[in-house]
C-alpha cells in the first residue's frame, strides 16, 4: 500500500516537514555521537526514503523516484556524516540562515559547518561550494577553505591569473 502523498512523486516536497524532524534528529546524533579530524568535505548527495514499513533513510549515489537531495559535511579521514541540509527548493532555501548576508552556495556552506565556526578546520569542497565569497565567509568564521574557485566568480582575481600564467595549462 502506497500513501496517498507518495503516489505523484511529485508532491514528495509536502512531506518535508516529516522529514526534518527525522533529519535533525539524525544530525544531533551524528553530532554528539562523533568529533570529526581536521579536515571537512562538504558535498551533496541523495538519501532514499525506503517505505513506511521500516522507515529508513540510505545513503545512495544516484537519484531514485523517491529520495532526498541535501548537502552534506562529513569528515574527510573517516567519511562519516556529521551535518546536513535538506534542498528544499528555491524559495525555502533562499529564506536560510546565511543567505540574505552571503548568498546560496555561501550560506549553506555556513549552514553545513556551523557547528565547527571557531575551530580553524579545514573546509574542502567542490566547485558548487568554491568561490572567493565562500573562502572569505568561511576565514572570517575561522575555518579554512580548499576548493574549485571558477574564475567566472566576484572577487577572483583575473588580473593576477593573467600576469602570473601566460601558457595554457599553468
Request: proline share 4%; hydrophobic share 35%.
Amino acid at each position: 500500500h502506497v500513501p496517498p502523498a507518495l503516489e505523484n512523486p511529485r508532491e514528495f516536497d509536502g512531506m518535508f516537514g516529516n522529514c526534518k524532524d527525522f533529519f535533525k534528529a539524525c544530525i544531533e546524533q551524528w553530532q554528539d555521537s562523533f568529533s570529526p579530524g581536521e579536515v571537512l568535505c562538504v558535498d551533496e548527495t541523495m538519501f532514499a526514503w525506503n517505505g513506511p514499513a521500516g522507515t529508513t533513510l540510505s545513503y545512495i549515489q544516484e537519484s531514485l523516484t523517491l529520495s532526498i537531495l541535501n548537502k552534506k559535511t562529513a569528515c574527510a579521514q573517516s567519511n562519516i556524516i556529521v551535518d546536513a541540509d535538506l534542498v528544499e527548493g528555491p524559495e525555502i532555501d533562499g529564506n536560510k540562515e546565511f543567505v540574505a548576508e552571503w548568498g546560496k552556495s555561501t550560506g549553506c556552506t555556513l549552514r553545513l559547518t556551523k557547528a565547527y565556526h571557531g575551530t580553524w578546520r579545514t573546509v574542502v569542497g567542490d566547485s558548487w561550494f568554491g568561490s572567493v565569497n565562500t573562502a572569505v565567509s568561511l576565514y572570517k568564521h575561522q575555518l579554512f577553505f580548499v576548493g574549485n574557485v571558477k574564475n567566472g566568480h566576484f572577487g577572483f582575481p583575473k588580473s593576477v591569473l593573467k600576469e602570473n600564467c601566460t601558457e595554457r595549462g599553468q
